[in-house]
């Protein structure tokens, strides 16, 4: 399974900018149906071959600004209660029966599923600050068929019911509907230096009640990476990928046909330092209005510094289709800092991002067609566990979007201003069965 592993890694590091040894989003504040990885149980038995792991937590704290406003910023008080339920395929040792064999027997079939719910209640005195509360939805699969052959085929589906508080551009919440699709076939047969993959990601990002003011949108993506390993510490790529983008309904958006080719080397520097990077070029071929032609690329460099203890620093290039805008352009620097000391488990990650959107006035008419950003972001978090099956958690996120960019009036009679500042943190404990 070590090799199948190492190929589906690379599929998802190809993906983001930054990658993690534990997903950074677990310690984020604001994402609250992440998967619960802090804790897990023996879980129960229902079957044979199938366990269920389900987990529980029940979290406090506050967050500074509920509706995200540059001026008079209204805090309350945070009640987030979590519960989650996964199950997988068993591993291939615990396939064989005692006495049988000592060489494990690996599926030809194997996945981890997960269903996961959050409620959030706002304490506030003020009704409107209440009404943002809600219950977040995550789902995930993930499924892998033949991981030992020469050919492997991998499906995911990922979907997430965000909740999140009226803004100055909307009277009502934004909760928001988000359903990733991908479908992968890999090629990577044993002691070969050539290998790759086709991949297929559909996304579909819903707003439940948004006026129309943020558009709804269809997202395809297809793509060929071959891979070439020319050391035994250091392969070289070429990623290829092309899109189709759409709004949906009656929403105002621009189609577009994104395509992206990079080429790029990752390598194992020392045993304890890797470098990966990737440099290329892309086209949004926008329909209308604002498009971009430009170079893409980013850099990650990554050092182990103890057993416990890892950094990564990383620099992106990026654009993306949005919903502010035709599309935006991010520059990314960021890093990502873990640590385990005994029972306590830290991590922090810092991120400064450039950004700049093009094309506004396809969604807003009479605004000014381009936006420059400058966000900094920190997530900050620790974890203590007791034991395996319970941990406490202390997580905090801190946010900061200042632009000098102004939306026109409208009812108030006043350009609204989208910087904010936000604080949020959490403080609870997770228990797994």
Known sequence: MTRLYASLGLLLALEAVATADVPISSFDPDDAVTPITSVEGPGIKIGEGTVLHPAFGLETGYTSNVFYTATNPLGAGVLRALAQISTGSLTGDRLVAPGESDAPVEPDFAYRASLRASYDALL???????DTGGLGVGASFHGVAYPQGAWTFGIDEDFSRIIRAANF?????????????????LWHPPDRALSGYLYYNNTLDIFEDNQGVYPNRMLHHFGIHPQWKIFPETQIFIDV??????????????????????AGLATLLTLDLTLSGQIGYTNGFYSGNASYSAPTGGLQLGYRYS???RIQLNYGWLYSDSINANYFRDEVISALLTQQVGVLSFELQPELHFREYNGIATLVPGAVDTRFDTVVS??????????????????YH????????????????????????RHDVLLGVRVAM
């Open 307 to 309: 057993q416990f203890g």
């Open 241 to 262: 990928s092309g899109g189709f983008n759409t709004g949906l309904g009656n929403t105002t958006k621009e189609s577009s046909f994104p395509l992206v080719a990079v």
């Open 378 to 395: 920190v997530i900050a978090g620790v974890h203590y566990a007791f034991r395996n099956w319970i941990a406490a958690t202390l997580d």
């Open 398 to 421: 801190f946010t900061d979007v200042n632009t000098d960019y102004r939306y026109p009036a409208t009812a108030t009679n006043e350009p609204f201003n989208p910087s904010y500042v």
């Open 169 to 185: 551009e909307t009277s009502t919440n934004v909760n928001r509907d988000l359903n990733v699709f991908a479908l992968n076939l």
């Open 124 to 130: 506030s005195g003020n009704s409107v600050v209440r």
